[in-house]
């Protein structure tokens, strides 16, 4: 059997009266590529902020609400190494002169770039190296991020979250504000991670991002889950226009698929 990576069993999240996340019951496996997709508010940044510890859910009944790696117990700090997070609200925070290879090297302090304090080692100089190449971005590594396009910015900070070779890269809608050709790019950049065997879970409610790796897709409505399944059978009209509660039509091109209002 292949090993779980995140278990939720009946995770609750209550906002006051609002239940942002209401008994989600689900397994992801290591090395999985899935995308998690419902509308706004359907609980997606919730169910993220679960994984990371930003949130806690509330006491399931019987067993654990959330396992990561089959344990309940896990150091923030520690879990930080094991998932790269990437969301546009990330890149907020670099609106701050910084050179994109200080950037990617922060990801080693949890950082928003470098301080004096911070010890770079030679090592991680060569992993930035790797990682600059890998995502073809070396053109980028003296360039401030301020002055880098937002798809630039947002490759960098792919690159920042793969530094300690985490098992899982966690985005939350990553292509907000970028063009087509930029989304398409970034697109690219998930698919070289995802090809290399770690898993991509993809927050998005943009379809043309969830990219051909991607074979399993969860949809979130009303803090619930809606559906859980192979993308063929998720990704169709009928359950897209529930979802969205809007008639829609889904188009697929290329192993890409669209949604028509
Ligand atoms: N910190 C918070 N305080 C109060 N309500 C929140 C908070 N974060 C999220 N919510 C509410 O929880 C629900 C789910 O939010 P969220 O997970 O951000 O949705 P999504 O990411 O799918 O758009 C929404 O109703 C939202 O208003
Ligand atoms: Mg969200």
Same mark, same amino acid.
Do not use: C
């Given at each position: 059997?292949?090993?779980?990576?995140?278990?939720?069993?009946?995770?609750?999240?209550?906002?006051?009266?609002?239940?942002?996340?209401?008994?989600?019951?689900?397994?992801?496996?290591?090395?999985?590529?899935?995308?998690?997709?419902?509308?706004?508010?359907?609980?997606?940044?919730?169910?993220?902020?679960?994984?990371?510890?930003?949130?806690?859910?509330?006491?399931?009944?019987?067993?654990?609400?959330?396992?990561?790696?089959?344990?309940?117990?896990?150091?923030?700090?520690?879990?930080?190494?094991?998932?790269?997070?990437?969301?546009?609200?990330?890149?907020?925070?670099?609106?701050?002169?910084?050179?994109?290879?200080?950037?990617?090297?922060?990801?080693?302090?949890?950082?928003?770039?470098?301080?004096?304090?911070?010890?770079?080692?030679?090592?991680?100089?060569?992993?930035?190296?790797?990682?600059?190449?890998?995502?073809?971005?070396?053109?980028?590594?003296?360039?401030?991020?301020?002055?880098?396009?937002?798809?630039?910015?947002?490759?960098?900070?792919?690159?920042?979250?793969?530094?300690?070779?985490?098992?899982?890269?966690?985005?939350?809608?990553?292509?907000?504000?970028?063009?087509?050709?930029?989304?398409?790019?970034?697109?690219?950049?998930? &698919?070289?991670? #995802?090809? =290399?065997? %770690?898993?991509?879970? /993809?927050?998005?409610?943009? $379809?043309?991002?969830? *990219?051909?790796?991607?074979?399993?897709?969860?949809?979130?409505?009303?803090? &619930?889950?809606? #559906?859980? =399944?192979? %993308?063929?059978?998720? /990704?169709?009209?009928?359950? $897209?226009?529930?979802? *969205?509660?809007?008639?829609?039509?889904?188009?697929?091109?290329?192993?890409?698929?669209?949604?028509?209002?």
């Amino acid at each position: 059997m292949i090993d779980p990576l995140l278990e939720f069993h009946g995770a609750t999240v209550l906002f006051g009266g609002v239940r942002a996340l209401d008994s989600i019951t689900t397994t992801i496996r290591a090395g999985e590529n899935v995308a998690i997709i419902g509308p706004n508010g359907s609980g997606k940044s919730t169910l993220i902020k679960l994984i990371t510890r930003e949130l806690y859910p509330l006491a399931g009944n019987g067993d654990t609400p959330v396992k990561i790696l089959g344990e309940s117990a896990w150091d923030v700090f520690k879990l930080r190494s094991l998932f790269g997070i990437v969301s546009a609200d990330l890149q907020d925070f670099f609106r701050r002169p910084l050179i994109g290879r200080d950037v990617i090297l922060s990801g080693f302090f949890g950082s928003v770039g470098l301080y004096p304090h911070h010890e770079v080692t030679g090592q991680m100089q060569l992993r930035a190296d790797e990682l600059l190449q890998f995502l073809s971005i070396e053109h980028l590594a003296s360039k401030y991020m301020t002055e880098m396009s937002t798809g630039e910015a947002r490759r960098m900070l792919i690159a920042r979250a793969l530094v300690h070779e985490p098992k899982a890269l966690i985005l939350d809608e990553p292509s907000n504000g970028l063009d087509p050709r930029a989304a398409r790019k970034f697109v690219d950049s998930l &698919r070289k991670i #995802a090809g =290399g065997g %770690k898993s991509v879970i /993809l927050v998005t409610h943009h $379809l043309p991002d969830i *990219f051909p790796e991607i074979s399993r897709v969860i949809m979130l409505k009303d803090g &619930r889950i809606f #559906a859980d =399944g192979p %993308k063929q059978e998720a /990704l169709t009209s009928e359950s $897209l226009s529930e979802l *969205f509660a809007i008639p829609v039509t889904v188009i697929q091109r290329n192993g890409y698929y669209h949604l028509m209002a």
